[in-house]
């Protein structure tokens, strides 16, 4: 079991490495020309020497904030290195933050210097920059910020950022993230370099198998999280203390993400459940394409039938997989489940799923197929996962047991409260809002959840999103709307009916799916506004709610639904930068369609 360490930071670890095996790929880093090329600890050690001199060089000192609005991307986590080594505290910002957003968390942070990483995220601080009194300096990565920091540190000794490195200790604070702000306005969790390193140390600790390679591979992840969340900054962070090669790809969309999965080749992911959804759907489509649609659906349902008798017998509850299963297994294995797993770079054999739920079909699917996905649970205050599925007993639809170290309780309005090395140390500024969630050193979530007797977690949903009915019917939304979007037509789901007589729910759809559904059935292309209106694609959305609702009561069951003509957009201010609903949001602006749903 990891233990909370007693000395040094985050940055010790780079210096560490590179002084006992310098030759080592550390990262791979790609280049214009979209070839990666690998860079070693010794290089790495060096780069960050160097942006860390510059750093002084320019003026930022022991506990000065620094914010890095950037897509992910090799020098992010470069800056985030060389700060942690000159004691510096970094403060992530969206890229796709507003303005107002961005004057709220610099003035917050009072940061006194912002890494940004184009002329559009500089023209945003540029906009607000006189309310911002404590600012000092501005630097654009595609400007050449690396380059000139690094011209000015050339006359900084090492032996000065070594001072500054050595003064680090483990309840010093690393970074202060903001929170997604789905219910009111971001709050600075402030994390500790001890957090970090105990979170990411249990887990590629008990995740072992997931954070080593097999014989004559080395380890490797392409991190395409969001490093402004604090999933995505656990991942950079546990990859560099683990020896796991690092690479970085700024796009989530997958015709960005696909092909440098499979250049990168990474043995392991870490994603939210919307890239396992778009990898799925994206093989069934190109299988109905070929006019394989009916052996690919068989081939999922023999995955979801052999990964299910694998749990079974893990949990003593079955003999595991019949010898015909196991045949047909081994037949799908060559015909379907190689090209997902070739999708993915071939390589992959392990996935990390958080954020938000994984249906427990796709999480069965892909552990048919080849590719364990180890569900879990956490927040920005619990410096990512609180809780993970196990690798060598996987229960599927829950988020796993407690993370090596730490505890969970369920109090008894089934709120999830966590105990553990690897909590916040408060809300930035504000002791109120941290005395309402931490109490006697256990964090109270606000998610709603409960343990089954083996101690597996299910999050059944949030406190404040519960809906209650005219009729006083309470009503959680999350699992109605993950099995609403277990369609592979449907993009996005919200169920409504607070203080309503019954539950409805908008919905969007994947208009690249439907585009394929009528191609395959001899049809032109729709438009968005068009496809709300047709028969054909509404009865389809209506077999998904139809099938959503035999898991519920009747008085819990969608009643009647409308689909939208636009997706839910963090653009349009309906969701958050990790894809999570703004519910508020979302029914003050479609306020006429939901009154609708009612009349």
């Not at 099938?547 to 636009?566: G, P, Y």
Request: aromatic share 8%; hydrophobic share 45%; glycine share 10%.
């Amino acid at each position: 079991m990891a233990a909370a360490p007693h000395v040094g930071g985050l940055a010790d670890v780079v210096f560490d490495h590179a002084e006992t095996d310098p030759h080592r790929v550390a990262l791979g880093r790609k280049g214009p020309d979209g070839q990666w090329r690998d860079v070693t600890a010794g290089v790495f050690r060096d780069e960050v020497l160097a942006l860390a001199r510059g750093l002084i060089a320019h003026g930022v000192r022991f506990g000065d904030r620094v914010a890095l609005m950037s897509r992910t991307r090799y020098e992010w986590t470069l800056f985030d290195f060389a700060l942690w080594a000159v004691g510096a505290q970094s403060v992530p910002v969206y890229p796709t933050s507003s303005a107002e957003q961005v004057l709220w968390m610099l003035r917050d942070a009072e940061v006194v210097a912002v890494l940004v990483e184009h002329e559009d995220h500089a023209m945003t601080v540029g906009s607000v920059i006189d309310r911002l009194p404590r600012l000092e300096r501005l630097w654009q990565l595609d400007a050449g910020a690396v380059a000139d920091l690094v011209a000015a540190g050339a006359g900084v000794d090492d032996e000065t950022v070594h001072r500054h490195r050595r003064a680090v200790t483990p309840d010093s604070v690393a970074t202060v993230i903001y929170t997604s702000g789905t219910t009111g306005r971001p709050k600075g969790c402030v994390l500790t370099h001890a957090a970090f390193m105990f979170e990411s140390d249990a887990m590629a600790g008990r995740w072992d198998a997931v954070f080593r390679a097999g014989p004559g591979e080395e380890a490797a992840t392409l991190l395409f999280l969001p490093l402004a969340h604090v999933f995505g900054r656990m991942v950079e962070v546990a990859a560099v203390r683990s020896r796991v090669k690092l690479g970085h790809q700024p796009e989530l969309s997958a015709s960005a993400l696909m092909p440098d999965l499979r250049t990168f080749r990474p043995t392991f992911i870490l994603a939210v459940p919307h890239v396992f959804e778009k990898i799925l759907g994206a093989a069934r489509r190109t299988a109905e394409t070929e006019g394989r649609l009916g052996a690919f659906d068989k081939a999922l349902d023999v995955a979801v039938a052999y990964a299910r008798a694998r749990e079974d017998k893990a949990f003593g509850a079955g003999p595991g997989p019949s010898a015909g299963l196991r045949m047909r297994h081994q037949l799908f294995d060559q015909v379907v489940y190689r090209k997902v797993r070739d999708a993915m770079g071939g390589r992959v054999r392990h996935a990390m799923s958080g954020g938000s739920g994984l249906d427990r079909r796709l999480g069965l699917f892909f552990a048919g197929a080849g590719v364990s996905v180890f569900e879990g649970y956490g927040l920005t205050e619990t410096t990512a996962a609180a809780t993970a599925n196990p690798p060598d007993r996987t229960r599927y639809g829950t988020v796993g047991q407690p993370v090596p170290g730490t505890s969970v309780h369920i109090a008894r309005d089934g709120e999830v409260w966590v105990h553990g090395p690897h909590l916040f140390s408060g809300y930035l500024g504000d002791p109120e809002a941290t005395r309402a969630v931490l109490r006697d050193g256990w964090l109270a979530t606000g998610d709603l959840g409960s343990l089954d007797r083996d101690g597996y977690l299910t999050i059944t949903g949030r406190k404040k999103e519960i809906l209650v009915t005219s009729g006083g019917k309470s009503v959680a939304p999350n699992g109605l709307e993950e099995r609403v979007r277990a369609h592979p037509l449907v993009s996005q789901c919200i169920v409504v009916g607070d203080d309503r007589p019954y539950i409805a729910a908008l919905v969007t759809v994947d208009q690249e799916a439907v585009d394929h559904w009528l191609s395959m059935r001899g049809r032109a292309p729709l438009g968005p506004v068009e496809s709300v209106r047709d028969p054909d694609l509404e009865a389809e959305v209506r077999r998904a709610v139809v099938a959503a609702n035999t898991a519920v009561s009747q008085a819990e069951s969608i009643r009647t639904f409308r689909i939208l003509a636009h997706r839910f957009t963090e653009e349009r201010g309906l969701l958050t930068p990790s894809l999570k609903l703004k519910r508020k949001a979302i029914e003050a602006a479609y306020e006429a369609e939901v009154n609708a749903l009612y009349h």
